[in-house]
């Protein structure tokens, strides 16, 4: 079957560096997405990785292992409004996007 | 660019009626168009595909008699939920895939829909 994992919850400071984790099973793979989702929004688009290695924009990383099915999303001097869902998702060998269940990030000053 | 809006943002409906919802693609042609639902504190899940001019594809579990999808042209989509019940409510978000390499999905801002 297709499985994607993050953790439910992380809990970082302001001014902090925080790393999300996304491990993944799936049939075939096509890159792998990281969205935002703010509560009661839709999400919006952070990274697509596809090759192995670290993607840097910004604040914001994210870094691929094929081999290893992990990727993480790495948040840097982290500010208030960067508490929000952070999704994983894989792009399988239908093209279609497997999800994970959300990374809910609480900030606190 | 890659704009996808939809319409209405949010909307209240009695038991039994139906509701429509519209998602377009403002600024690109969107060959394939996917319909979510997400449910408080949970994540997206996908209801179904659909593609330009053909039929839509449910996910197992989703009924198509009750949610209708029709995708008659490369811009617009829509949902309607059929008969609606309160256990309908939810977040319905759209999102839309350009053709060729580019797998990202552009989302729509989503409907909230609430059936009293």
């Known amino acids: 079957g297709q499985n994607i994992d993050q953790p439910t919850e992380m809990t970082a400071t302001e001014g902090a560096i925080v790393q999300i984790n996304c491990t993944y099973q799936?049939?075939?793979?096509?890159?792998l997405f990281w969205y935002q989702q703010h509560a009661g929004e839709a999400p919006t688009f952070l990274s697509y990785?596809?090759l192995d290695g670290l993607e840097e924009k910004g604040r914001f990383s994210s870094f691929l292992s094929r081999s290893k099915g992990y990727s993480y999303l790495l948040l840097k001097e982290l500010q208030m409004k960067d508490s929000a869902s952070y999704l994983c998702?894989?792009?399988?060998?239908?093209?279609?996007?497997?999800w994970g269940a959300g990374t809910k990030l609480i900030i606190k000053p | 660019g890659a704009v996808v809006s939809q319409h209405p943002s949010w909307v209240i409906c009695k038991s039994g009626t139906s509701v429509k919802i519209e998602c377009r693609s403002l600024?690109?042609?969107?060959?394939?168009m996917f319909w979510y639902r997400q449910f408080p504190k949970q994540s997206l899940m996908l209801m179904a595909t659909?593609?330009?001019?053909?039929?839509?594809?449910?996910e197992q579990g989703v009924e198509k008699d009750k949610f209708l999808i029709n995708h008659a042209s490369l811009t617009l989509s829509t949902l309607t939920v059929t008969s609606a019940h309160p256990e309908d409510s939810s977040f319905y978000i759209c999102?839309?895939?350009?053709?060729?390499?580019?797998?990202?999905?552009?989302f729509g801002p989503g409907t909230r829909l609430t059936v009293t």
């Open positions: 990785n596809v």
């Open positions: 659909s593609n330009e001019g053909s039929k839509a594809t449910y």
């Open positions: 600024d690109f042609q969107a060959t394939t």
């Open positions: 799936t049939s075939g793979f096509n890159g």
């Open positions: 999102s839309a895939r350009d053709g060729g390499q580019d797998y990202e999905q552009y």
């Open positions: 998702a894989c792009v399988d060998s239908n093209y279609q996007l497997i």
